[in-house]
T-cell receptor, first 115, second 114 residues
């Protein structure tokens, strides 16, 4: 079936360090891929997305490239800030039939950035 | 603020009881999704409605039911509650019914069953 696997956390980094959070997926067809972020006490917010192979999603300094050959969508940021501390979720949405819009989420990776 | 409103924010109830969670989607959004977030299971999709009709069903228990009303708000009903139903329940909404349309999440309802 369809699934998402992302690296276990927590991840602790110093401010200005480089961030990579790995995400791989299993899906039939050509899914859309997403990264959502959840700040403490809040709901999930879309961080970035990519809808087809080789697309790069980017937002707020974060980037992820849809790699069909490795079934991956790793999240990267060149220089993290304390304000980036949150839980990050990788997700896929199946694009078949056009009538089902639910997302399948990974388990989440908690990021803590220390000053 | 995502524009998605969930009430109540917190709910504490006893085993065997029934509760109703409410969700008002963003203005103009026709799809509503319900998700359950727990420590052991992570974020699990429960059910999707689009313009009043059920579109997709995930790991939703038979004790749970949902509906979307003509004004597009949605309710999730949980009955015969068990301790294991304690979780954070999120509602999300999107304009379309397809996976690539952005979903906006509410802040969730934290349900505690005692």
């Amino acid at each position: 079936g369809n699934s998402v696997t992302q690296m276990e956390g927590p991840v602790t980094l110093s401010e200005e360090a480089f961030l990579t959070i790995n995400c791989t997926y299993t899906a039939t067809g050509y899914p859309s891929l997403f990264w959502y972020v959840q700040y403490p006490g809040e709901g999930l917010q879309l961080l970035l997305k990519a809808t087809k192979a080789d697309d790069k999603g980017s937002n707020k300094g974060f980037e992820a490239t849809y790699r069909k050959e490795t079934t991956s969508f790793h999240l990267e940021k060149g220089s993290v800030q304390v304000s980036d501390s949150a839980v990050y979720f990788c997700a896929l949405g199946r694009n078949y039939g056009g009538s089902q819009g639910n997302l399948i989420f990974g388990k989440g990776t908690k990021l803590s950035v220390k000053p | 603020d995502s524009g998605v409103t969930q009430t109540p924010k917190h709910l504490i109830t006893a085993t065997g009881q029934r509760v109703t969670l409410r969700c008002s989607p963003r203005s103009g959004d026709l799809s509503v999704y319900w998700y359950q977030q727990s420590l052991d299971q992570g974020l699990q999709f429960l059910i999707q409605y689009y313009n009043g009709e059920e579109r997709a069903k995930g790991n939703i228990l038979e004790r749970f039911s949902a509906q979307q009303f003509p004004d597009l708000h949605s309710e999730l009903n949980l009955s015969s509650l068990e301790l294991g139903d304690s979780a954070l329940y999120f509602c999300a909404s999107s304009v379309g019914q397809e996976a690539h349309t952005e979903a906006f999440f509410g802040q969730g309802t934290r349900l505690t069953v005692v």
